[in-house]
């Protein structure tokens, strides 16, 4: 599967932010002390909803600017044949908004941040045996 030269530099962008966002919430997981888990979960929402966006770039399919994964979900699953359920991303929603800002949200534990960890890298291997390999070459 390839692509053209512009749209592969637009889906190594994609995929770059996305692995920037699981690798900070990777890392924060292994805080001993006072990790930040609003955080990881807020990295593990946008690795995700990166991903599915590099996803619908693939697709050529426009995408509003939204943090809603169950509506780039359901944009790209009927055109790519995604293996994902809309239960397999809708958990991760809440935390583009509970995760960035104050106000009155149960909070986050431990167990709840390695749980969004795990969704987000479910969401990443759906997704990447559905990009060309050349959007991966160059990359670490």
Same mark, same amino acid.
């Given at each position: ?10 889906? @190594?962008?994609? $995929?770059?932010?996305?692995? !920037?966002?699981?690798?900070? !919430? ?70 583009? $908004?509970?995760? @960035? ?6 909070? $986050? ?32």
């Amino acid at each position: 599967m390839n692509g053209p030269p512009e749209v592969i530099a637009e889906l @190594r962008r994609w $995929i770059e932010k996305a692995e !920037a966002d699981l690798r900070t !919430a990777e890392y924060l997981l292994t805080m001993k002390e006072r990790c930040p888990f609003d955080v990881v979960c807020f990295h593990s929402q946008q690795c995700a909803e990166k991903y599915l966006k590099a996803l619908l770039v693939q697709l050529d399919s426009e995408f509003p600017k939204t943090h809603d994964l169950v509506v780039l979900f359901n944009l790209a699953r009927d055109k790519a044949g995604l293996i994902l359920r809309v239960e397999d991303v809708q958990p991760l929603n809440r935390y583009s $908004i509970e995760a @960035r800002y104050p106000g009155e949200w149960e909070p $986050i534990d431990g167990i709840e941040a390695g749980s969004a960890v795990t969704m987000a890298g479910k969401v990443r291997a759906a997704v990447r045996p559905l990009l060309p390999a050349q959007a991966f070459e160059d990359q670490t």
